[in-house]
């Protein structure tokens, strides 16, 4: 399984932008789908994004449509998020999960995690 490694979380102001990466070591993302979920304080690990390997089809989950973007960049083994218009409610901490899986959207898809990212919006 590949490990992954998060980071550009951080604290901004709502409205603002943020662009979370999650990089592969000791492999490559080739043939996996990439995730991003969040967790807030409270609440269960909900589904945000994800990119399949074969064909780069993405989805979003409602509430971040049109704001986030989830990208893949094989060159550099890395699968971004960019946050836009940002808002308070989407304050949590972020995670980043892959598989070798026709499965996207719940977090039992996913076999590898990384550590997650803090984003935290002010309003």
């Known amino acids: 399984q590949v490990q992954l490694v998060e980071s550009g979380g951080g604290l901004v102001q709502a409205g603002e932008s943020l662009r979370l990466s999650c990089a592969a070591s000791?492999?490559?993302?080739?043939?996996?789908?990439t995730g991003w979920f969040r967790q807030a304080p409270g609440k269960e690990r909900e589904f945000v994004a994800a990119?399949?390997?074969?064909?780069?089809?993405?989805y979003h989950t409602d509430s971040v449509k049109g704001r986030f973007t989830i990208s893949r960049d094989n060159a550099k083994n890395t699968v971004y998020l960019q946050m836009n218009r940002l808002k308070p409610e989407d304050t949590a901490v972020y995670y980043c999960?892959?598989?070798?899986?026709?499965?996207?959207?719940?977090?039992?898809?996913?076999?590898?995690w990384g550590q997650g990212t803090q984003v935290t919006v002010s309003s």
């Open positions: 000791g492999g490559t993302f080739s043939g996996y789908t």
């Open positions: 990119i399949i390997w074969k064909g780069g089809v993405t």
């Open positions: 999960a892959a598989e070798r899986t026709t499965g996207w959207s719940i977090p039992a898809d996913f076999r590898s």
